[in-house]
């Protein structure tokens, strides 16, 4: 089946498309531009080297289709399912095929049960005892062992992978792929062009205007501990924040905060709050330890609408072909594959409406736009 639309007036397949941002919107989208077309010509302008930039370089890498009430989000197992079809291509970056969401209060764990009742497949209701000796804590009250595709993804790997699988596809294909190390993209202004820059499209005076979109910066803040005791976990931990296993055995990833103000919090203050937030699950994590560094990347949070907070994906008001994929808010990695599929499609097809067709309310963003302008 062809991708290219009868009533389009450009023909993507001949023309060169710039995706400025190469974290996993913008990774996902090459991947399947690359897949279902390809244009004769793409190149990805980051400012940093491939894995190294944005939030996905400090991403806890937990994949799971769960909100953080512990329910399945909108379109949450169709995002897992094309996620893991992008982890089959990079196989190296899986740390953990499972994780726990561990119930901290009662209230929590009649919820997991129910949630453990409605999707089997991915959720299995673990209960109060086999949980405590999980987590070495006795003031747990259940979980759910998270799994079929839930995964632990060293997230700078998968996207050095997803790189390597995309050089790959363009030899195949006969594209010319490019990737340029730059803050300041020189683009031919016939392009195609696909924001996918993160919270750099916001910066002041940068890509696109924040106050306009319907989003906003969430820093946060995360701690690589080395655990000096023989209580290393062995698995992720979710309970509002994450403990999450490294490559390297003796390192766990404690996150992160979420702060709303660039005056970011101090070492101690995180410390402080991520300490006081997973005590109740790792207790024995902050018998011994040794904070060996902090990590810091900026969320674009998308506002909350009636399923949760969606990505913003689509054509950018205007008659040039300008497309966004961002607000991919803590779930970059259940969504990047999705979204980027769809966009990666509506591109070559020079047009939204197989956007639309696939998800009526996928625009939901573009209403927003008109309202504040
Ligand atoms: C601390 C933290 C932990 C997280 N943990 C998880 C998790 O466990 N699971 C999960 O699913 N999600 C998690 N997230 C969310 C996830 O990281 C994001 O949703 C996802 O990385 C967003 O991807 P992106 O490609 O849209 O943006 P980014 O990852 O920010 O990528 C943007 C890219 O654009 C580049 N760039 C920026 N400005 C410019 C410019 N002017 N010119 C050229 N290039 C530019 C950057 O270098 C970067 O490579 C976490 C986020 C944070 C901050």
Known sequence: MSYLHA????????????????GMAGLAVTYHLLSQGPPSRIQVFDKAPVGNGGASAVAGGLLHPLSPRGKLVYRGIKGLYETNALLRVTVPAIVKDRLYRVATTEAQAITFQLTAQKIPRICEWIAANEMQRICQSDTVYGGLVLQNGCKVVDVPAYLKGLWSACEHLAQEKNCQLTWTVTENAAINQDDIIVYTAGSGLFEPNSLLSAPTFPMQLVHGQSLVIRCNNNNNLKDALLCGKYISPLKDPSLVLVGSTHEFRDDLLSPEEVIHELRERTSAVAPHLWEDYIVEKITKGTRVQSERGKHGRLPIV????????????????????LYHALYGKMLAKAILQGSEDCLTELDDGILWWKKKLKQST
């Open 314 to 333: 689509g054509k950018l008001p205007g008659n040039k072909q300008r497309w966004v994929l961002t607000g991919l808010s803590s779930r970059g990695l």
């Open 7 to 22: 009533s389009s007036s450009i023909d993507a397949r001949n023309q060169t498309i710039s995706v400025i941002g190469g």
